[in-house]
């Protein structure tokens, strides 16, 4: 199966900062959702995005779900420790044949230093 | 709490076994689905099940089975013919079908010795 690309593939950045990172396809999707996922754990839902061009936040997440329908953006403002993990973006649409087919992108791994 | 769990969480075996992955909800979810995780790498669907006595192939299906007998369970076996099954293998399940909002089980660590 055919995964999004997301980039960065890592960041390592110092507490306080701000993160963007970004998932893009070649394919229209009509959901994206982003999922976080801590060491050892199972990915925990962040945002989900139903409309093009929609900007929902969550906290200090911010989403976006791009007005072409083919990306989306995931800010995090002034990180801090606790926000270490991969971060994975999703995308929710007719793909490959088969209809509302979920795809994962291949995660964002975050590194905060305190 | 509501919730998924998964058992065991670490699991050895050697080449040429069979073995069972746990998966509970009471969440009362209709669907389930199993994952695979591998480094580097997003998660791949294995199986789904969108009701009772119904599940699907998902991407990468071959040399795992599934039931599903009781809407609170969902096993996953892999089997001897899968061919590289050391894995994080990640069970979830929503509240509707056809949904990108899963909740996930804590995982289970395979590895093959």
């Known amino acids: 199966g055919q995964q999004l690309n997301q980039s960065p593939q890592s960041m390592f950045i110092q507490e306080g900062e701000d993160v963007s990172m970004n998932c893009t396809s070649s394919?229209?999707?009509?959901?994206w959702l982003w999922y976080k996922q801590d060491p050892g754990e199972g990915p925990v839902l962040l945002i989900a995005?139903?409309?093009?061009?929609e900007l929902t936040s969550n906290g200090r997440l911010t989403a976006q779900f791009g007005i072409t329908r083919k990306d989306s953006f995931l800010n995090i403002s002034a990180s801090i420790p606790s926000d270490v993990g991969i971060y994975f973006c999703?995308?929710?649409?007719?793909?490959?044949?088969?209809?509302?087919?979920?795809?994962f992108g291949t995660g964002t791994l975050l590194a905060v230093q305190p | 709490d509501g919730g998924i769990t998964q058992s065991p969480k670490y699991l050895f075996r050697k080449e040429g076994q069979n073995v069972t992955l746990s998966c509970e909800q009471n969440?009362?979810?209709?669907?389930m689905y199993w994952y695979r995780q591998d480094p580097g790498q997003g998660l791949r669907l294995i199986y789904y099940?969108?009701?009772?006595?119904?599940?699907q192939k998902g991407d990468i299906a071959e040399g795992y089975s599934v039931s599903r007998e009781k809407k609170e369970s969902f096993p996953l076996t892999v089997t001897s013919a899968q061919k590289n099954p050391t894995a994080f293998y990640l069970c979830?399940?929503?509240?509707?079908?056809?949904?990108?909002?899963?909740?996930f089980g804590e995982g289970s660590r395979l590895t093959v010795l």
């Open positions: 969440l009362n979810h209709d669907a």
């Open positions: 999703a995308g929710q649409g007719h793909y490959g044949g088969a209809t509302n087919k979920l795809i």
């Open positions: 394919s229209i999707f009509n959901t």
């Open positions: 979830a399940s929503s509240r509707q079908k056809n949904t990108g909002e899963l909740f």
């Open positions: 995005l139903y409309k093009a061009g």
């Open positions: 099940s969108q009701i009772v006595n119904d599940f």
